[in-house]
Structures are given as C-alpha cells and as structure tokens.
C-alpha cells in the first residue's frame, strides 16, 4: 500500500520569506511523487513531479522539491513566498497502479 | 481549451434521496478519477475509468455508491439514499494516460446531505 504524510496541517510564513513543506510517503520501491496545489474555489493543479531521475525538480511559480529515498521525503520548497502562494498544498504518491494517494494537504497563510 | 466540467457545483439532498454527479473530462483524456475529499479524510480515491472501462473501484462504498461511464465524453458518479456522512465535495479528474500521475481537476460539486 502506499499513503503520504504531511506533518504540518497549517503554516504561516511571512511574505519574502522562504518556505519548506514536508511530505514523507510510504511506498515499496521507487515511487512517482507529486505536489498539487488548491487555490481558494478552485480545482486542484499540478505543481510539479518526480519521475525516477534527478532528485530535485522545478516546478511552476519558482516551486521545487527534492526526493530523498533514504528519508523517503519529498519535501517542498521556495526561496521567496508571494502573497499569491496562499493555497492548500498536497503532497501524493503513485505506485504500480494509475491511482495517486494524496496526504491530507498544509494550509499555507501568507502574513504581510 | 476547456478544463474538466463538473455539474452540478453545489447540491442540496435531503437525507434517503439519490445524487447523480456529472463529470466531462477534458477532450482527448482516456482516463476518469473520481475523489472525495473532506476536512477530516483528505482526498480518498474512488475509482477510475481507462477508456470508459472501470479499472479500479477499490475506494468506492460497496453499498450505495455507483460510477459509470457510458461514452468517452462524460462519467457519472450516482449516490443512492444518501445520508449526511455522504456530504463532501467530489472532484473528477482526467489524464492523458492514466500512468502519469498528472491529473487535470474539475472544481468539484459540493454535496450537502440534510
């Protein structure tokens, strides 16, 4: 089975400031990985991915995230947050089969 | 060129009566996700279509809960009796191929059992 853990629920970071997310997933082998981001009344949209390869990607928006196996994390990070980053990002994992298995997502707030 | 379209965007049931949500994935997209998500579940997988084959109905509730998808243009998502634990909001997905793990997400309809 495969399931996402995302430790912090809520998180606030002042504008300019950096940003860390953390998702640690479980899976038995090498997983695909992904961060998918929820703006208010809307649907969710993909962030980035990880496909097996180098360990950290870019994404949209100055977004990236990089995989470690041996931690088996693939945290989200940004240099510089923008009031417009106030979202709710999920973390998800996809084994074997075509299903992602998301983790219960971090509320971001951006304070002025 | 249009998202995914889901309908209706709110609905109101009252408690026993049936809720039929529609989905029209994105024109070319062989595969159909249905989620659920909920404040205290998160997002939990329903099932998923391969071209309008049902291919994984492991998340579905064995009792009450149906999905079909009769042409390549659309998917349905039918609750019977529904009952206020029902209440969600449900998102329909697409993809291009169904293994990528790229989903392409509708706005959901917000189901509301009294």
């Known amino acids: 089975a495969q399931s996402v853990t995302q430790p912090d629920a809520r998180v606030t970071v002042s504008e300019g400031a950096s940003l860390q997310l953390r998702c640690k997933y479980s899976?038995?082998?090498?997983?695909?990985l992904f961060w998918y981001v929820q703006y208010p009344r809307q649907g969710l949209q993909l962030l980035l991915k990880?496909?097996?390869?180098?360990?950290v990607v870019q994404g949209v928006n100055g977004f990236e995230a990089e995989f470690s196996k041996s931690n088996s994390s693939f945290h989200l990070r940004k240099a510089s947050v923008h009031w417009s980053d106030w979202a709710v990002y999920f973390c998800?994992?996809?084994?074997?089969?075509?299903?992602?298995?998301f983790g219960k997502g971090a509320k971001l707030t951006v304070s002025p | 060129n249009a998202g995914v379209i889901q309908t209706p965007r709110h609905k109101v049931t009252g408690k026993g009566q049936e809720a039929t949500l529609w989905c029209e994935p994105i024109?070319?997209?062989?595969?159909v996700f249905w989620y659920r998500q909920t404040i205290v579940q998160g997002l939990e997988f329903l099932t998923y279509?391969?071209?309008?084959?049902?291919?994984?109905d492991s998340g579905m509730p064995k009792e009450r809960f149906s999905a079909q998808m009769p042409n390549q243009s659309h998917s349905t998502l039918k609750i019977q009796s529904t009952q206020p634990q029902d209440s969600a909001v449900y998102l329909c997905?697409?993809?291009?191929?169904?293994?990528?793990?790229?989903?392409?997400f509708g706005e959901g309809s917000k189901l509301t059992v009294l």
């Open positions: 997905a697409s993809s291009l191929g169904g293994n990528t793990g790229q989903l392409y």
């Open positions: 899976y038995f082998g090498t997983p695909y």
């Open positions: 990880y496909y097996p390869g180098d360990p």
């Open positions: 998800a994992v996809k084994g074997t089969g075509s299903k992602l298995s």
């Open positions: 024109s070319g997209h062989s595969a």
């Open positions: 279509f391969r071209n309008q084959a049902p291919i994984d």
